[in-house]
């Protein structure tokens, strides 16, 4: 056992605040407090003392670096969407168009508990969100169809149809779905926070 290891912790931080009486005393000290889990900073101080300051510049790097990381890896993944749109649209709109009820019986349960609980639970407001993302992309199919005169999926798939016409739409599809998903979200919580308060209110004055 240590020289001061029948003392308590506190013992210990006001005989370190005080000195020792001896440097052997003030190792002796320093030990018994490295070995209950005390850390020591870069200039030798514990926690407790005034003179202790943690390293900044590291714990700022390292926020820096992992901000970085991060900027780095919404980049890739937003390149990555854009490649896959690029390429994949009509396989996405497809898709949205073969399982058109099942979009929007999860639209309608997606608003129905984002409603509910008044917009409060960002899980349920992220599940609503993309319950607009695939509406949105199956109502695309019904917007492309309308310009071009014919269903989507005729229109792509047939002949005449050269890649042009293909890549003009995916690139139009990646401006829509950033964008108008985005905006049916925020006007239908808008909506439904402004009537929320109205209900609110109205109990209230009754």
Request: glycine share 6%; with cysteine; charged share 20%.
């Amino acid at each position: 056992m240590g020289k001061y290891s029948h003392k308590s912790d506190n013992d210990l931080e006001i005989m370190r605040l005080k000195g020792g009486d001896s440097i052997n005393d003030s190792l002796d000290i320093e030990i018994e407090l490295e070995n209950r889990g005390y850390e020591q900073d870069e200039n030798g101080y514990f926690a407790f003392e005034p003179e202790h300051k943690p390293n900044i510049h590291n714990v700022d790097f390292a926020r820096d670096e992992a901000s970085g990381d991060w900027v780095l890896f919404k980049f890739i993944l937003g390149a990555a969407f854009v490649i896959f749109c690029l390429f994949g649209t009509p396989v996405i709109v497809g898709y949205a168009i073969n399982y058109s009820i099942y979009i929007y019986i999860g639209f309608v349960l997606t608003f129905t508990f984002m409603y509910l609980t008044k917009a409060a639970l960002p899980k349920l407001n992220s599940l609503f969100y993309l319950g607009c993302f695939a509406l949105m992309t199956r109502f695309y199919a019904d917007l492309v169809g309308y310009w071009e005169g014919t269903d989507y999926l005729t229109f792509i798939y047939r002949d005449s149809t050269h890649f042009i016409d293909s890549l003009k739409y995916a690139v139009i599809y990646i401006f829509y779905i950033a964008i108008v998903p985005y905006l049916l979200f925020k006007a239908i919580k808008t909506i439904t926070l402004a009537t929320q308060n109205k209900k609110e209110k109205s109990n209230l004055d009754t």
